[in-house]
């Protein structure tokens, strides 16, 4: 017997089971939900994004995993890396993210010396992040040398995200933002490390800047998501800097990137047209003068 075709449901799903359907692709992501979207082959969409107005475009566009990246002292705050971002300033960010956010799950970096000195001050950072800045989960950069705090994190209730491959925050360490395990034994340690974070209890990894066949193996060798960045298409899911995927920052883009828009061109057109009219006399008209302010 057909059905009525209720949303997105095929003609043969039962109503009831259809409107279940419907409903859950609209409910919230939550953590389990990422293991099983990997056990089912369903791929994962991540983006960045550091303030509610962009969150809320984001998360209507259906991005089913919002991380507010330490990325942000790059493309927002203009730092040349990402290590002088701090504790408040990521709790700044993650609470406007999350206030524009309904759908999508909501993670926080943990930025750079804010747990890696001792497992008591993560969880109180960590801690801050989703007390203070709403956050569902945290992400923290590095495998074996931090499986101790994601243990506690998680033992505590907080869950962690892992990073493996290229660590924005090790840029100095690394010699730059450069190409990780690219050598047999380094590919071998981060296989090692994306096993210990998952026995540490993390709930994902991502995978940034590392060979397409390394990240393969990584994914077949744990059964938690991988989110891959510059690492190929056979993670389990792919997370970009949205500001590079917009066409937004307009200093550098790195080589993996699409550019799904060239949102840097658009600024400045607008800016250019309004700084002409401003100049000409032609805005604003009079009619504009008087017109309404902002509602929401
Ligand atoms: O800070 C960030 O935006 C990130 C992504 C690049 C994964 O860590």
């Keep these: 017997m ?20 419907n409903a859950m692709q609209d ?12 056990r089912r082959g ?30 942000l002292g790059m493309v927002v705050l203009g730092y040349d890396t990402t290590l002088p971002v701090t504790l408040d300033e990521m709790i700044h960010h993650t609470r406007a993210v999350a206030r524009g956010t309904q759908r999508a799950l909501v993670v926080a970096d ?21 007390k203070d800045g ?26 962690v995200m892992g990073h493996l491959g290229l660590l924005p925050q090790s840029v100095h ?10 050598r047999p034994d380094e590919a071998d340690a981060l296989l090692a490390d994306a096993a210990a974070l998952e026995e540490a209890g993390a709930f994902a990894i991502v995978l940034e800047a590392v060979p397409a066949d390394v990240a393969r193996a990584t ?23 949205s500001y590079d995927m917009l066409g937004l920052f307009d200093r550098f883009v790195p080589p993996f990137v699409k550019q799904y828009a060239h949102l840097a061109e658009t600024v400045v057109t607008a800016g250019r047209e309004y700084v002409e009219d401003v100049r000409a006399g032609r805005y604003p008209k009079a009619a504009q003068e008087i017109a309404p302010t902002r509602t929401p």
Aim: hydrophobic share 45%; glycine share 10%.
């Design 42 to 71: 369903e791929k994962i969409a991540v983006l960045t994004a550091y303030d509610a107005t962009m969150a809320r475009l984001l998360d209507r566009a259906g991005v089913d995993v919002l991380l507010v990246g330490d990325s």
């Design 134 to 159: 709403g956050a569902a989960a945290v992400k923290l950069e590095g495998g074996r040398p931090v499986v101790d705090v994601v243990k506690r994190l998680v033992d505590l209730g907080i869950p």
């Design 173 to 182: 360490q690394m010699g730059g933002f450069v190409r990780q395990a690219t």
């Design 2 to 21: 057909a059905h009525e075709n209720v949303g997105g449901a095929s003609l043969n799903t039962p109503p009831a089971i259809a409107l279940l359907e």
């Design 219 to 241: 994914t077949a060798h744990v059964a938690i998501p991988t989110i891959g960045i510059g690492a190929g298409p056979d993670c389990d899911g792919q997370v970009l800097v």
């Design 27 to 38: 409910s919230p992501i939550r953590i389990p939900d990422l293991r099983e979207r990997k």
């Design 110 to 130: 943990m930025p750079f010396l804010t747990y890696q000195i001792d497992p008591a001050e993560a969880v109180r950072n960590a801690g801050r992040l989703l």
